[in-house]
Nanobody
């Protein structure tokens, strides 16, 4: 099994910045893709950003130009750098990974962290 642990959430004023991290641990053979989703009360969970093994990224239209998703592959760690935060960014942010585990030949599986709360005030 793989465990994903998010950290870095908290309270911030509108216009401020936060940096989330997601550390993957366990019997990891390779990481195919990792990303961030978020869910606000009363709303569906939505994709925020995603990065694959080649470093290619995808961002939701609502966060383009404000968020980036750097990674440190050597540490199996992914980040979400959030700038120019808005109140509508308030949500629980979840780390997500599509990961192959040992032994060799095991198919990929999807894993989720338990979430970290981001609250943006006016």
């Amino acid at each position: 099994q793989v465990r994903l642990v998010e950290s870095g959430g908290g309270l911030v004023q509108a216009g401020g910045s936060l940096r989330l991290s997601c550390a993957a641990s366990g019997s990891i053979l390779s990481i195919i893709v990792m990303g961030w989703h978020r869910q606000a009360p009363g709303k569906q969970r939505e994709l925020v950003a995603r990065i694959n093994g080649d470093g290619n990224t995808v961002y939701a239209d609502s966060v383009k130009g404000r968020f980036t998703i750097p990674r440190d592959a050597s540490k199996n760690t992914m980040y979400l750098q959030m700038n120019s935060l808005k109140p509508e960014d308030t949500a629980v942010y979840y780390c997500n990974g599509v990961i192959k585990t040992t032994p060799v030949g095991t198919p990929w599986s999807q894993y989720w962290g338990q979430g970290t709360q981001v609250t943006v005030s006016s």
